[in-house]
């Protein structure tokens, strides 16, 4: 139920576009006891800007906010479990986009508006801001918030720990 919870700030707000991403290393997909979420890194509840998680039917789960609804999706692509995994969830032209070890994982959601300055929230890892029922049971290494889409080749670039794309706003 170890958590890091970032302060707000205004570097932390989203736009038009997000990547959400992170090293993950754990056994189960679902949360502590019943909980079928286990959140990885989130911002807002509400608006929010974005909550990755992995859920219990295997897949990643990414919400984000529109006019005011929640908008969720699921990847189409399981998270291996017991082993070392980069997964990336983003809002590209108003849709989610995912990907798995830096392969296209699915896509979901639509005409996503993301809130901007109105989302005054912390960011947590670890869990999401609906707090420790969704905490995450296993090891996070460099999550990172990007405020635009990366593209497939950008991701593959972190994956390979390639430093020209450490930060760029």
């Not at 079928?36 to 990755?52: D, E």
């Not at 994982?105 to 869990?127: F, H, K, M, S, W």
Request: glycine share 12%.
């Amino acid at each position: 139920d170890d958590f890091v919870e970032v302060p707000h700030a205004e570097i932390l707000t989203v736009d038009n576009e997000v990547t959400v991403m992170a090293w993950i290393l754990t056994s189960r997909h679902g949360g502590p006891d019943t909980e079928s979420f286990q959140g990885i890194i989130s911002k807002g509840n509400p608006p929010r800007s974005y909550s990755l998680y992995t859920q219990s039917a295997g897949t990643l789960h990414f919400s984000t906010t529109s006019a005011g609804a929640y908008v969720g999706s699921s990847s189409s692509e399981q998270v291996p479990l017991n082993e070392w995994v980069h997964v990336a969830a983003m809002v590209s032209g108003g849709d989610h986009l995912y990907y798995i070890n830096g392969e296209p994982a699915g896509t979901g959601g639509g005409g996503i508006e993301l809130p901007g300055l109105t989302d005054t929230a912390n960011v947590v890892i670890g869990r999401t801001n609906e707090g420790s029922t969704r905490s995450f049971l296993g090891l996070i290494d460099d999550a990172r918030v990007y405020n635009r889409a990366l593209t497939q080749d950008e991701i593959k670039l972190i994956i390979r720990g390639d430093t020209r794309l450490a930060w760029s706003p």
